[in-house]
């Protein structure tokens, strides 16, 4: 059985992006995109919501090709799209490169995905995240926070119909004053 996990880049306050979707007060050190970097090449499928696969795919495939692009970039675009991915979404027909689409219902697929083999699973993305945190099917919780206060946005966490209870499984602090904290759903 596979691994679920949820992990974002959050601010102290808890969001994921600022208004407007802005994604600028996340900027990360070389040492923590190199920690993402391996983390995307050990991945064994990334899920994904409409809004964040349209991000993610508006920059990545073609970021190694881009002028001024540093080794780091180009090794993680070229981790990137390899990774095998679904996107869940009712609102679009298609997607490209290693993905493949998903229109039906979110927690049956993930459902039926984590019962595969194969190595852990990533879930990218509040609502489709917040889906799965609901039907209890989150196994670890990973917060990489950065010293920043947003005042609104999206929400890491959104509201949850019962409490989850977790254990600390690791730290880690980058430079910048970034704070890795892993966590694993208590069951």
Do not use: C
């Not at 600028?24 to 995109?33: H, I, K, T």
């Not at 495939?61 to 970039?73: I, L, S």
């Not at 180009?74 to 027909?93: G, L, Q």
């Amino acid at each position: 059985m596979r691994k679920l996990i949820f992990a974002m880049n959050v601010s102290l306050d808890g969001y994921i992006a600022a208004p407007g979707d802005d994604l600028g007060w996340s900027v990360p050190s070389d040492e923590l995109f190199q920690w993402w970097s391996d983390r995307v090449a050990a991945t064994g499928l990334a899920l994904y919501g409409r809004k964040l696969w349209e991000t993610m795919n508006s920059h990545w495939p073609t970021a190694d090709q881009q002028p001024g692009v540093t080794p780091a970039e180009i090794e993680y675009a070229h981790r990137w799209r390899a990774m095998p991915k679904v996107v869940f979404s009712s609102t679009i027909s298609t997607v490209d490169g290693n993905a493949r689409l998903v229109t039906g219902d979110a927690v049956t697929e993930i459902t039926r995905l984590k019962a595969d083999d194969g190595g852990f699973m990533d879930i990218s993305g509040a609502a489709l995240a917040a889906t799965a945190i609901r039907a209890g099917l989150i196994d670890e919780y990973v917060l990489v926070t950065a010293p920043a206060l947003l005042g609104g946005g999206t929400r890491f966490f959104t509201a949850l119909d019962s409490w989850v209870n977790l254990n600390l499984v690791e730290t880690r602090t980058f430079p910048g004053d970034v704070v890795l904290t892993r966590y694993e759903t208590r069951r």
